[in-house]
């Protein structure tokens, strides 16, 4: 890497031009350095801007002054600056102008070559500044020749210089990835299970930047990491308040686990968008209610069974999938649960922006006897590699059984690269670099949010995508409140100042639906989702009329200018109802003879047709409405399937069996039934929407309904897991 240099030559000239010049040549004479000239202010910020290479900036004070300093500094506080000056005095700098990393050299007393000695140390304390302490280690150890003879087996690459198979995927990498794979017996390094060295101090390096009491740093996703927190806690036998809209890994932990779940139940609207748990949920006088009928059913069903108990543990997923935020100090004041544990998988990014403020888990001062925990997929919204993951804690614990369940749920060999990624993305988050980042990608989304808007304007007659937001977004980037009085999100009631929605989370609204209503003119999103496919542009998700653009930190203009041409491209071929063979090669590729000539109009009037005629919108509505039964806890149900008691069913006749597997049909992405439990004659709209998934799905092929938990065999049928016999 060449570190970059600019250069602004004083505006009067007085010979100062001569001593720049003089320097100008001396950085092109070495050649680690580059040197880039600029003619104005302006000139400076566009180039910081864009090249995250510039490690210093010279230039002459005695014309510009502190402006220029102060500018920078809000783009990159780090960065070190060297001002020229004849008549500087200490007594013309100010408490923040010292703050800044300024450094002033006399046009007097200068010699070029010592002045350039002098910035290149000080590029070189700049990137001791920004590289974080575990890495630093990690590339000084990988610098040194170090002559290995333990795991792991390749040996800092050199097992696969001797295959030619091996040699390819060497060449891939490169050889860095291979040399910072390091064993666990480095002692240099420290050791991430014992929280020692290094790993420590990347520990309490992101504990600051995220400024939370402490840090774990998981190496196997957030799948573990809500494991880790939830075994650290449990003991046999509690009682469990769990977010009906909860990941996998959380029904992983139930199964884990012998304690007894309740739930808290999440509302959704017509799109099936996920609308979080009202306020009444968390209210004391609910959970009671919860507890009463979840022993009622329990007693039906067991005779010597142990009743529920007030619970010590809940976990809440925020945000939501679609990007909807809590107030979350409602609900750390309200929810009188010892522990209560954010899913945060989606929202690492949150305390690196102001307008996230009181809207994530880890936000704010630790609570008198509650103890806040927040996971973190780091590598889903910041950046760090695949698997890299954060618990964040507020408050007191037992430090020894957490780290018990943390070793349970970590290899004994983990991947060093992903411990410096874990800790590279608190560094990139951190200062002005940090906030400019996020404001960056506010910035994009914003944009993106008002071309779409006006594409639709333009389009009143015809029909054009519309974002999910409300009608008045203004300007500046901000969460948005869902308020009662408003329509657009749809949903049917909504608690004041409760929830928000994240402005780089986009819902992009395709026609069809309007005030919960299917409309007589519909583009059903899988269509759009299987276009954009086509494109090479992954959707993260697709509801019926909608689609989920997530717009993080690596978001730049040239990605959301191309998704907003390729929407243009959509409407334009539409319009023209080109063939599905030629705007859906992929579609048609499945089923050449059932595609032959079926133009694109008539595929999404098919689609939407389809929906009509099942009420699809009603349905994702009123499944989630009612629970259904819990007979065993997920724990039991998992040492029945390990028995062998289970069977297979087919979904038509899953009335009063119990069920084995989590069933979650995408959209919503919610689970309907979780293992343990029965839909009974009470909760059969469950079973009917369900049968209504798979029933939309065998129209058109290439667009079967995905539903976790469920499979389709050959007969067309939909299959899931239950229980054998009862005994
Ligand atoms: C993705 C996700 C997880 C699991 O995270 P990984 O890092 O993929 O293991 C947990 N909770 C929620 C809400 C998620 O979306």
New binding site residues.
């Given amino acids: 890497m060449k570190k970059t240099i600019l250069m602004l030559y004083p505006n009067d000239s007085d010979g100062k031009d001569k001593i720049f010049h003089e320097m100008k040549n001396e950085i092109e004479k070495r050649a680690n350095l580059n040197l880039e000239l600029v003619n104005n202010v302006v000139d400076i910020i566009h180039r910081l801007k864009i090249n995250v290479h510039i490690c210093a900036l010279i230039y002459d004070w005695d014309s510009m002054g502190m402006k220029i300093p102060h500018l920078v500094s809000k783009i990159n506080d780090f960065l070190p600056i060297f001002a020229l000056s004849l008549t500087h005095t200490a007594k013309d700098l100010n408490l923040s102008d010292l703050m800044l990393n300024l450094h002033f050299f006399d046009y007097i007393s200068y010699e070029a070559e010592d002045n350039i000695n002098k910035i290149e140390q000080e590029i070189n304390s700049y990137y001791k500044k920004i590289i974080p302490p575990f890495t630093k280690k990690l590339i000084h150890y990988t610098d040194t020749n170090n002559y290995v003879y333990c795991t792991p087996g390749h040996l800092a690459g050199s097992a696969f210089l001797k295959s030619p198979a091996g040699a390819f995927f060497y060449d891939f990498y490169g050889p860095n990835i291979f040399r910072a794979d390091v064993s666990v017996s480095m002692q240099e390094l420290g050791s991430l299970l014992d929280h020692s060295g290094p790993h420590k101090e990347a520990e309490e390096y992101i504990a600051q930047a995220f400024k939370s009491d402490r840090s774990y740093i998981v190496t196997n996703?957030?799948?573990a990491a809500?494991k880790i927190v939830g075994m650290g806690l449990l003991r046999e036998g509690e009682t469990v308040l769990i977010d009906r809209n909860c990941?996998k890994?959380i029904t992983h932990l139930l199964m884990m686990c012998d304690v007894k779940p309740i739930y808290l139940l999440p509302t959704r609207n017509a799109y099936g968008i996920i609308g979080g748990i009202p306020k009444s949920e968390f209210t004391t006088k609910t959970i009671q209610e919860k507890i009463k009928r979840a022993n009622k059913v329990l007693k039906n069903n067991h005779k010597n069974f142990k009743k529920f108990k007030w619970p010590i543990y809940a976990v809440i997923?925020n945000s939501t999938?679609d990007g909807l935020l809590y107030n979350t100090n409602y609900i750390k004041k309200t929810l009188n649960v010892k522990n209560i544990h954010f899913?945060g998988?989606?929202i690492a990014y949150a305390p690196f922006s102001k307008i996230y403020n009181g809207l994530y888990g880890s936000y704010g001062k630790a609570l008198k006897n509650k103890t806040i925990f927040e996971t973190q997929?780091t590598?889903?919204c910041l950046a760090a590699f695949s698997q890299v993951?954060m618990i964040q804690i507020k408050g007191k614990y037992d430090e020894s059984n957490m780290n018990e369940a943390y070793m349970m749920h970590t290899t004994t060999s983990p991947q060093y690269a992903f411990v410096a990624s874990a800790e590279m993305a608190a560094a990139m988050m951190r200062g002005n670099p940090g906030k400019f980042l996020m404001s960056s990608s506010q910035e994009i989304a914003m944009n993106f949010r008002h071309e779409i808007k006006k594409l639709n304007r333009q389009n009143q007659k015809g029909w054009f995508f519309d974002v999910w937001q409300p009608s008045k977004i203004g300007d500046q980037a901000k969460c948005w409140p869902l308020k009662n009085n408003e329509k657009w999100h749809a949903y049917k009631k909504v608690d004041s100042n409760h929830m928000f929605l994240d402005p780089i989370k986009i819902t992009i609204l395709t026609p069809g639906l309007q005030n919960d209503k299917l409309t007589k003119f519909g583009i059903p999103a899988c269509i759009v989702a299987k276009y954009l496919e086509n494109q090479r542009i992954i959707v993260e998700k697709t509801g019926p009329y909608s689609l989920f653009f997530l717009f993080s930190i690596g978001i730049d203009k040239a990605l959301s200018l191309k998704l907003l041409s390729v929407f243009l491209e959509f409407k334009r071929e539409f319009d023209a109802n080109l063939s599905v063979e030629k705007m859906l090669p992929n579609l048609y590729s499945i089923d050449p003879v059932f595609y032959k000539n079926m133009k694109i109009q008539e595929l999404a009037k098919g689609i939407h047709a389809i929906y009509q005629k099942h009420r699809l919108p009603e349905f994702i509505y009123k499944a989630y409405d009612v629970l259904p039964d819990q007979h065993f806890t997920p724990y039991e149900v998992y040492q029945h399937r390990l028995k062998g008691n289970i069977k297979k069913c087919n979904l038509k006749n899953l009335i009063n069996e119990i069920c084995v597997e989590m069933i979650l049909p995408y959209p919503p992405g919610i689970p309907v039934i979780l293992p343990g439990e029965k839909v009974t004659k009470e909760s059969e709209t469950i079973l009917k929407f369900l049968l209504t998934l798979c029933e939309i799905g065998k129209y058109f092929p290439g667009f079967a309904t995905e539903i976790h938990g469920a499979w389709r065999e050959d007969d067309g049928e939909y299959y899931t897991k239950v229980i054998k016999k009862l005994d």
């Fill in positions: 996703g957030t799948s809500n990941h890994s997923t999938y899913d998988a989606w997929s590598h889903k993951s």
